[in-house]
């Protein structure tokens, strides 16, 4: 039988290598941000969206170590937006990954600054790519910049503050999550094609359909994990939708649709790439996400 869980801790390794040699080390007058930075980076998690970008490059048949860089890069982003979600200003969270939030550590202007740092950091990581050349890395920077900004997961979040007021129509909830969940979890596959010179065909874009259709199949587990999931085994509060009165799938289906829309959307990710050769941990990693109980 096929153990994804570890592969997903092999990739996880590596991409914690690869954090720990492109994240800013220190400096002796200021410490305290480079504690911030790496206190989230480092905080360990499934680290799902770098795992898709090794396995893309892999399954498309280019070099994993192409791929590091930007996968590292995308988890910065990811943890980035995760200390910031964090933030009283926005869901004003005590736990992340069974740890203390970020800010409730540092501080809110430091955990704002480790959040920023991360952003920016990121860019960096990937530009400085040496596996490959300029002008792939110029690409790499402009899907990053197109799928973290305004059109992707900061438009998402926007979108997201804007539910808490108005209620969104099923339509505006997908196109939401397409951006605040999918548009990272779309780039971590577009990052991988990148990587193993594949930037354009039917196997780019069945790799960017797959991705997208993960991205809406773990949106919809993660509402429902928050409703009915245990805070100690996620490792963050749970009920925090409802409470802020935010809309979610759950504001348009039962909890037994809500999972039986997730099964669904996972077999035509899954359909996607089943042409493809060496799919199987891609495979594996769908159903994987659809039983995830964290």
Request: a negative charge.
């Amino acid at each position: 039988m096929f153990d994804i869980k570890n592969e997903l801790n092999r990739a996880a390794e590596l991409t914690e290598e690869a954090l720990d040699r492109l994240l800013p080390s220190s400096d002796p007058d200021y410490p305290v941000i480079f504690e911030a930075v790496r206190y989230s980076a480092m905080a360990g998690g499934k680290r799902i969206r770098p795992f898709i970008t090794l396995k893309v490059c892999e399954m498309l048949g280019g070099d994993v170590s192409a791929a590091l860089p930007y996968a590292a890069a995308i988890e910065m982003i990811h943890c980035y937006s995760l200390i910031h979600d964090d933030l009283p200003c926005m869901d004003n969270d005590d736990l992340r990954r069974g740890k203390p939030t970020n800010h409730k550590v540092y501080g809110e202007a430091m955990a704002l600054l480790a959040g920023d740092a991360l952003l920016t950091h990121a860019f960096g990581a990937a530009a400085s790519n040496e596996k490959m050349s300029p002008e792939t890395n110029l690409a790499a920077l402009k899907l990053l910049s197109e799928r973290a900004g305004c059109y992707g997961m900061i438009g998402g979040q926007v979108l997201d503050m804007i539910g808490e007021e108005t209620p969104h129509s099923y339509e505006l909830l997908l196109k939401m999550h397409e951006k605040k969940t999918g548009a990272l979890i779309r780039l971590s596959a577009e990052l991988g094609a990148l990587a193993a010179g594949c930037r354009s065909g039917e196997k780019y874009e069945a790799a960017v359909k797959y991705a997208e259709y993960i991205g809406l199949a773990f949106q919809i587990v993660d509402d429902i994990l928050d409703a009915e999931g245990d805070e100690v085994t996620l490792g963050k509060s749970v009920g925090t939708d409802r409470r802020e009165g935010k809309t979610t799938f759950l504001s348009f289906m039962s909890i037994y649709e809500a999972h039986r829309r997730a099964e669904l959307v996972t077999i035509e990710a899954k359909n996607a790439i089943e042409k493809i050769e060496n799919n199987e941990t891609l495979l594996a990693l769908a159903d994987y996400l659809l039983s995830r109980k964290s």
